[in-house]
């Protein structure tokens, strides 16, 4: 008699091979939170803030969490060897869902240096890079998905992990298709919104050794107290991941009061949105 009952083998994407290869039982210090805003007052700073193009809520929470990680370095950290060091640059990795024969699937697209542009470069460039992934220029991808098509299930695992070893062992840059140098970076960023969904707490993944994640949830009509009258809002869930070896409570707690108090009144925090966001100050306790 077998413990499981199953039904036939799955069919894998490529996107589900490497998850079956990285992740093993729950042994790990992910730690979740989330945070639920007003949405009003960052839908009306875009819509003045937007030029020849729309600006979206992804492009501004870029922003913010770049600004989170100005103000906290610490923050912005790497463990290489069993130790954690500070990353140079501040990077995010924005998720993108695909289509194709196999199914629906995950790429992705980086942002490098999010301090040194603006609001509306951060725009454009996810613009540009959405447009080439769905296009299916991805060359980058489409070498991953080739390879790892290739790839017997039972070697996916062992491959994985001496990838892990000179990665971030030896901090050493592979050739790899797909697998370009620190290609997650700082966050992964994914607006699990496009799906439908209001909310969900989206698991770190060890490939990308990226300690925090964000997901955007799909806004929605809220009832809130204003001056004791209740009052229908828009409202946005945001929810984040991150490693609890390298943030404790007491500084992710900042950074989400830092975030929420930026997101709810984007106005009074203009600079964080231009270029060139080199300030040093801590944020408020």
Same mark, same amino acid.
Request: net charge positive; glycine share 6%.
């Given at each position: 008699?077998?413990?499981?009952?199953t039904?036939g083998?799955?069919p894998?994407t490529?996107f589900?091979?490497?998850?079956l290869?990285?992740? $093993?039982?729950p $042994?790990?210090p992910q730690t979740?939170?989330?945070?639920?805003?007003?949405?009003?007052?960052?839908?009306?700073?875009?819509k003045?803030?937007?030029q020849d193009?729309?600006l *979206?809520?992804?492009?501004l929470?870029?922003?913010i969490?770049?600004d989170?990680?100005?103000?906290?370095?610490d923050?912005?950290s790497?463990?290489?060897r069993g130790?954690?060091?500070r990353r140079?640059?501040?990077s995010a990795f924005?998720?993108?869902?695909l289509?194709h024969k196999? =199914?629906?699937?995950l790429?992705?697209?980086?942002?490098r240096?999010? =301090?040194q542009?603006?609001l509306h470069e951060?725009?454009d460039i996810?613009?540009?890079?959405?447009k080439?992934l769905?296009?299916?220029?991805?060359?980058?991808?489409?070498?991953?998905d080739?390879n790892?098509?290739?790839?017997?299930? *039972?070697?996916v695992?062992p491959?994985?992990r001496v990838?892990?070893?000179?990665?971030?062992t030896?901090?050493?840059?592979t050739?790899?298709?797909g697998?370009?140098?620190? $290609?997650?970076?700082?966050v992964i960023i994914t607006?699990i919104?496009?799906?439908?969904?209001k909310s969900?707490?989206t %698991?770190? &993944?060890p490939?990308?050794? &990226? %300690?925090f994640l964000a997901?955007?949830g799909?806004?929605?009509?809220g009832?809130?107290a204003?001056?004791?009258?209740p009052?229908v809002q828009?409202?946005?869930?945001?929810?984040?991941?991150?490693?609890?070896r390298?943030?404790?409570?007491?500084? =992710?707690?900042?950074?989400?009061?830092?975030f929420a108090k930026?997101?709810e009144?984007?106005e009074?925090?203009?600079?964080?949105f231009?270029a060139?966001?080199?300030?040093k =100050?801590?944020?408020?306790p």
């Amino acid at each position: 008699m077998k413990h499981i009952e199953t039904d036939g083998q799955l069919p894998l994407t490529t996107f589900r091979k490497i998850s079956l290869g990285n992740w $093993r039982h729950p $042994r790990d210090p992910q730690t979740y939170a989330e945070v639920e805003l007003n949405i009003e007052p960052a839908l009306l700073f875009l819509k003045a803030q937007q030029q020849d193009r729309p600006l *979206s809520i992804t492009h501004l929470i870029t922003k913010i969490l770049c600004d989170c990680f100005v103000r906290q370095p610490d923050m912005n950290s790497v463990i290489l060897r069993g130790k954690l060091y500070r990353r140079k640059e501040i990077s995010a990795f924005i998720s993108t869902l695909l289509k194709h024969k196999k =199914g629906a699937d995950l790429s992705g697209f980086s942002i490098r240096n999010i =301090g040194q542009l603006s609001l509306h470069e951060v725009a454009d460039i996810c613009e540009s890079e959405v447009k080439r992934l769905r296009r299916g220029d991805d060359l980058e991808f489409h070498a991953l998905d080739k390879n790892m098509s290739r790839i017997p299930m *039972s070697l996916v695992t062992p491959l994985f992990r001496v990838l892990d070893f000179f990665k971030y062992t030896l901090n050493m840059a592979t050739t790899t298709p797909g697998m370009q140098p620190d $290609r997650f970076g700082s966050v992964i960023i994914t607006n699990i919104g496009a799906l439908g969904l209001k909310s969900a707490f989206t %698991p770190l &993944t060890p490939v990308a050794r &990226t %300690p925090f994640l964000a997901t955007v949830g799909k806004p929605f009509e809220g009832v809130v107290a204003a001056d004791g009258i209740p009052t229908v809002q828009q409202r946005i869930k945001i929810g984040f991941t991150f490693d609890h070896r390298h943030i404790d409570g007491f500084h =992710g707690a900042k950074m989400l009061r830092h975030f929420a108090k930026v997101f709810e009144s984007p106005e009074k925090y203009s600079e964080i949105f231009t270029a060139s966001t080199h300030h040093k =100050g801590g944020m408020e306790p």
